[in-house]
């Protein structure tokens, strides 16, 4: 990527942040004024708004990714999925207002959304794992719901973190 599309594409991510962290409005008009690029960079660089939640989101999860990459099986599937499920809700809490928006601008198409498809494919695999004969495709998807923005703030992290743990060791056991 040239040094200028890396400079914009930070800018514009920074500038989201930025946004949504303020509780504004985010546009792809707003976003570009505040990043100091023109819509159509913004436009070119991310298709939409959901692209852009979308892009904002992955680069936050990056750290989730690599633990997924890096996974080698040592500890039981119940310990990673907890361990995995503890990083996502700090992950929640530290970006609730992203989490939100993201939601709200995926709402159509939530389930095809690449980084939620690689923690639903993760956490199923490990619910398959821990418990053999569940419906770990339909559980993985209830217990990612509970990483709801809203429900987030609602909870706060540490009740969401020890609700999610008791939900866990009931699906698993």
């Known amino acids: 990527m040239r040094s200028d599309a ?50 904002l989101l992955a680069e936050r999860a990056e750290r989730l990714a690599a633990r997924i990459a890096a996974e080698d099986g040592a500890l039981p599937a119940t310990e990673r999925l907890l361990g995995f499920l503890d990083e996502l809700a700090e992950l929640a809490g530290r970006n609730i207002a992203l989490f939100a928006a993201h939601e709200r601008a995926c709402a159509e198409d939530k389930y095809a959304d690449p980084t939620y498809l690689r923690w639903h494919a993760h956490v199923s695999r490990l619910i398959a794992e821990a418990r053999p004969g569940r419906d770990a495709d339909f559980l993985a998807h209830a217990v990612l719901g509970s990483f709801d923005g809203e429900l987030v703030r609602h909870l706060g992290v540490e009740r969401l973190k020890r609700s999610v743990k008791e939900l866990v060791a009931d699906l698993t056991s």
């Open 6 to 55: 890396t400079r914009n594409r930070e800018a514009i991510l920074r500038a989201t942040e930025q946004l949504l962290a303020a509780g504004e409005s985010v546009s792809l008009d707003r976003v570009a004024e505040a990043a100091g690029v023109g819509k159509g960079t913004v436009f070119r660089r991310f298709g939409s708004r959901t692209g852009l939640f979308q892009e």
